[in-house]
Nanobody
Framework: VQLVESGGGLVQAGGSLRLSCAAS????????IGWFRQAPGKEREGVGC????????YYADSVKGRFTISSDNAKNTVFLRMNSLKPEDTAIYYC?????????????????????WGQGTQVTVSS
């Protein structure tokens, strides 16, 4: 099983980035893919999640309207489009796989429910 994030980097405040999460080794349609982030000295927090089968999406209030999650099921890849980036968005961003049976609004932000994790990609937003 592998989840590989890419697309991180350094961007100025107000800019955009698109992160990718390429999944392999499990049945993609049986999972939702969540994005989490962890800033230095802070707990990991859920950013958003997408159901691979029906495309349903969930977002944290802090990113709603700025971030968009999409998926290319043919390539087993999920994207996190981040617009209007702020310095407080600086963090390591991780993608993770959540079994479809646990894909509920109350569950997706809880990292312990996820089965598989990527290694993370650094996003730095300068002011």
């Amino acid at each position: 099983v592998q989840l590989v994030e890419s697309g991180g980097g350094l961007v100025q405040a107000g800019g955009s980035l698109r992160l990718s999460c390429a999944a392999s080794g499990f049945t993609f349609d049986d999972y939702g893919i969540g994005w989490f982030r962890q800033a230095p000295g802070k707990e990991r927090e859920g950013v958003g999640c997408i159901g691979s089968r029906d495309g349903s999406t969930y977002y944290a209030d802090s990113v709603k309207g700025r971030f968009t999650i999409s998926s290319d099921n043919a390539k087993n890849t999920v994207f996190l489009r981040m617009n209007s980036l702020k310095p407080e968005d600086t963090a390591i961003y991780y993608c993770a796989a959540l079994p479809r049976a646990r894909l509920y609004r109350s569950v997706w932000p809880i990292d312990t429910w996820y089965d598989y994790w990527g290694q993370g990609t650094q996003v730095t937003v300068s002011s």
